[in-house]
């Protein structure tokens, strides 16, 4: 089974397509698709999401996608710019035939890292021990998405098991830990 992660955003838009055999994942492609921040047109940024979530779809084709659910923001001028941007990757994926399950950040979160509350780095930290990435991703961006990825085949394949906590995870998982 093979799943696009979508980390939708106005300015980076993060994506991640992992491939699901048994209990096994691995990378098939990554990455963010920045978004030119000087440009005032909105309607510019949300056609080269589509146009670049539709080619991520067509190159890797993934058989489910899953992405990040709109969150409450105080500032209504980034919510609007943010649910335009769900839109545009929603529609691309629609567009090509997919159907698209989505996934609030704490159920994401919680799926790869045990704790809903975790931060940005100790996703970014987990997603590179399960997926056994040695570089450093550059875009929290991009490994959120890969994050919604797992979260997605953790609930509709089972993959992995949720760690209770750091310490289990370390325990069980000697082979994933990062030599720094």
Known sequence: MRILGIDP?????????????G???EIVEYGTIELKKKT??????????????SNVIQRTQPN???IETAFYAKNVKSLIKLTMARSAALLAVVNNGLTVSEYSAKEVKRSVTGKGSASKEQVSFMIRALLNIK????FFDTTDAL??????????YNTIKNPKSWKQFIKENPDKMLKL
């Open 64 to 66: 489910s996608v899953s």
């Open 23 to 25: 209990k096994s994942m």
């Open 147 to 156: 994050a919604i990825a797992i979260c997605h085949s953790n609930n509709c």
């Open 40 to 53: 005032d047109d909105i309607t510019l940024r949300m056609k080269e999401i589509y146009e670049r979530i």
């Open 135 to 138: 570089e450093n991703i550059d």
């Open 9 to 21: 955003g106005s300015i980076f838009c993060g994506y991640g397509v992992i491939e699901v055999k």
